[in-house]
């Protein structure tokens, strides 16, 4: 238990501190991309192509033709976010708050409620529009900006509250996962997905065999990746098919590894001091007892969560603060008041406002009034309504999607693209403003109680 406890909130810490970064990436692309001596500049560099090419393949390629930089972040860079996801998934479900039933049956519910009543509301407001491909746009949860808004309120905020808040995150992931796999795959070429259900199968094969090069599972997985960008699956669903097969065992047990340093160790016990105290070249003898200690310790960490681990800050703080200075550049010289007021802006704010906050609140209120799951320990219902009220801090799913369903580059629908983007920023801005505003009120005023498991770290 303590192990989850810790896990929890060292995931907390780094999607905290990855949110600072994001708030810099988006406010740094606000800022450009209205400058009139970047503007042009700012547009034009996202359709520079790049290359991956041995002969005449090229991996960063779609039907043949090279992936402009734009295409390479959405498709290449946010394939490695969604990997990053899935081996989150695969944790929580194995050892984490979704490996209980009852611990994870509150955050799940929510997270569907959260879902449920955006879309619900966008399709009212869109009902019979030209925008009503974007229904899924305000369902999703910013997990880094959600915690970081949590951390500015430091140890006022229980822990409990952090984990629920975060598991319902993760299971909304889950939920654009779905979306995403259902409702934005086109054209799709069954040859090459065969193939890559084929490499999907080694893969699976290779944990099953317990294979731990972690090698085996990217290399086999980049052409996974790539099959799925050509086959019409988008690509962000091979991450997370990919993701799941990395194994979740180590080759050593936590005793088979302290056994193995304790040999080495006494090895060193041996030595004589002068040996030890002076620095100098280490004899072969030396050098092979700390291989044997390094490799020990390689094995007694999981490929999952060696994996997960070393993602962490690449993602935190270089593809998703770069995906958002990409796609968060909103041009407020092509933009009316009035976009805030009718269309696809108003759609998304009130369901990233209005609609998360009634979505997570009310099931989360219904489920535990059947009694099917308890409230957060150390929670009333006061905070936990402004910790639905962040839920509608959408962010970066919400671009993702957004740019699913406008981002073709025609005219009409680069300026849904816009105005969509500007409802995110604003629902977003609103959802996060409120609900930390909420929690302020309702939240002690001096610092929880430390939690036992934080004490015994």
Request: charged share 10%.
């Amino acid at each position: 238990m303590a192990q989850v406890f810790y896990t929890a909130r060292k995931t907390i810490k780094n999607l905290t501190n990855g949110g600072n970064v994001l708030l810099v990436a988006t406010a740094l692309a606000l800022i450009v991309v209205n400058l009139p001596f970047l503007h042009n500049f700012y547009n034009s560099l996202w359709t520079h192509e790049l290359a991956l090419q041995v002969g005449r393949f090229n991996l960063f390629s779609h039907h043949g033709h090279p992936m402009s930089i734009m295409a390479f972040i959405n498709d290449a860079l946010m394939a490695v976010f969604f990997f990053s996801v899935g081996l989150e998934i695969k944790r929580e479900v194995l050892v984490g708050e979704l490996s209980s039933f009852r611990k994870a049956l509150l955050p799940i519910v929510a997270a569907i409620g959260g879902m449920v009543v955006p879309v619900g509301i966008f399709f009212l407001m869109g009902h019979g529009s030209d925008y009503i491909d974007g229904a899924a746009i305000p369902m999703a949860t910013d997990i880094a900006f959600s915690l970081g808004v949590l951390a500015m309120l430091g140890n006022r905020v229980p822990i409990s509250l952090k984990i629920f808040l975060t598991t319902l995150a993760v299971v909304d992931d889950i939920g654009g996962i779905l979306v995403i796999a259902i409702f934005y795959s086109t054209h799709i070429s069954y040859d090459l997905l065969f193939i890559a259900a084929l490499l999907l199968g080694i893969l699976v094969l290779g944990g099953q065999l317990g294979i731990q090069s972690k090698v085996f599972y990217l290399g086999i997985g980049a052409f996974i990746w790539f099959l799925f960008l050509n086959a019409g699956i988008h690509p962000t669903i091979a991450g997370v098919l990919i993701a799941f097969c990395v194994p979740a065992k180590p080759v050593y047990a936590p005793k088979k590894y302290i056994k193995t340093i304790r040999k080495n160790i006494g090895y060193f016990a041996s030595e004589d001091d002068e040996k030890l105290t002076s620095r100098t070249i280490l004899t072969h003898a030396q050098l092979n007892w700390l291989k044997e200690i390094e490799s020990a310790s390689d094995k007694v960490i999981s490929p999952l969560q060696d994996m997960e681990d070393s993602l962490h800050p690449i993602v935190n703080y270089i593809i998703v603060p770069l995906f958002a200075f990409a796609n968060a550049g909103i041009f407020f010289g092509d933009l009316q008041l009035s976009a805030l007021f009718h269309g696809v802006a108003p759609a998304i704010i009130l369901g990233l406002v209005g609609g998360k906050f009634i979505g997570i609140f009310l099931f989360s209120w219904i489920c535990v009034k059947l009694n099917w799951a308890p409230i957060p320990d150390g929670c009333n219902w006061k905070q936990l309504a402004a910790v639905s009220m962040l839920g509608g801090i959408g962010f970066t799913v919400s671009l993702f999607i957004a740019n699913l369903s406008f981002g073709t580059g025609d005219p009409y629908m680069s300026q849904l693209l816009n105005n969509s983007k500007l409802g995110i920023l604003v629902g977003s801005f609103l959802a996060g403003f409120l609900g930390w505003l909420f929690l302020y009120l309702t939240l002690p005023k001096e610092a929880a109680e430390p939690n036992l498991h934080e004490e015994a770290e």
